[in-house]
């Protein structure tokens, strides 16, 4: 939130009933994949939120009045089969995802939460509101809300607070700046898609440090998301004319 504020002059002024709506609608978002990491695998819970674009496909057109192309339900049939192996198969409990079935539930519980967070920020900016403003909005929700589920408080180490200090500053302050500058020009399903480049490491850095190994389910599930997100990419840099089609 601090990150946000300093970076982001209109974070700072803008403020409406709007921001606050959206705001939560992010709070929820960050609640809801922190709590599905505790209880899934990283991949389970990165995967699954990264299924978001299936519900902006649903609701964008009613909601925004933005519709989608036949690439983007092509795009989103591939998605969709890769949400299905995700609930047809569940990863071994281990350490790290003492509860795989609970964390999964959450974490497409919080692809919903964001499909509406994304689509908010669209709304907020076709109606000239701050988008870093329910960023900011979101993030102060959040932390009061994470601040009553932490208790009691235990003191923290040098080590914690500079990995708390790096993950609000790199990990979500500084990419804000892009996506409020990218979100008055872009359509929510393509502002979903495109994020959608986080999970290719992910998995692959919960693996190198916590020795995380996903199931073979949720490493199909996931070849097909990020495979339709590819594909996706590809075709619209070879057609760039036919990559968007706006309302």
Known sequence: MLTILILLPEARRGWSWRTVVVGVAYAATTL??????KHTTA???????????????????????????????????????????????????????????????????CAVTWAFTVMGYRWLAARGSSVAAAAVSGNLTAAILALVMAQPLVGGRPADWAVVVFLGVCQLGIPYLFLARAVPHVRALEIGLFLLIEPVLNPLWAWLVHGETPGPTTIAGGVLILGATAGRMILDLKQPGRASVTA
């Open 43 to 109: 991949a389970s819970a990165i995967f699954l939120q990264s299924t978001s674009p299936l519900f902006i496909l649903l609701l964008a057109p009613w909601l925004l009045g933005e519709h989608a192309s036949g690439r983007d339900i092509a795009q989103m049939a591939v998605m969709g089969g890769g949400m299905g192996l995700f609930l047809l198969g569940i990863d071994r409990p281990s350490a790290t995802a003492p509860n795989p079935a609970l964390g999964n539930a959450l974490a497409a519980i």
């Open 32 to 37: 809801l994949y922190v709590q599905a990491n």
